[in-house]
């Protein structure tokens, strides 16, 4: 199995903390895993992303060019990345910052979730990486759901341990609608 995927987003929307996430719940079901975050230029309002590859073989090289997945959070990451995702690969989108039809392939596998709302619905509208996560996660089988929960204890900073179970739930909600 080897499976990589590029998250991004605008600098705040939490796509590096899901990244590490993902990357600690593959480390939990005894995976090879490569978390590469970049900043750069992003720290000035750009897109903010990283990249994580998933493997039961060792992983020759962290950098990601054709991903068999996205996380986009916002339109200037759409249009960088978008052109990039493997034909059939799977895109999670916000589109309450971005409307599905913006998309410009018909040949992906589009799931197009307002993560800003559900999150809201969750109780904190902060929380749209964790339901875009849930979602990418039940529609790829990339790791187990439960490991992803369960690596909050590790991504999480303890002093925010307290919201663990809030982010739980946006994780379920994210899974629940793929």
Known sequence: MYYDVIMAGFGGQGVMLIGNLL???AIREGKNVTYLPSYGVEMRGGTANCSVVVADEEIGSPVVGRPGSLIIM???SLVKFEPRLQPGGVLVLNSSLVPAAECQRDDLDLVA???NDLAREVGNDKLANMVALGALV???GIVALEAAKDALEDALNPK???MIPINQQAMDKGAALV
């Open 23 to 25: 990357a600690y719940a």
């Open 74 to 76: 916002n339109r200037p």
């Open 160 to 162: 925010y341990h307290r």
């Open 138 to 140: 039940a529609k790829t």
């Open 113 to 115: 979730l307002p993560l």
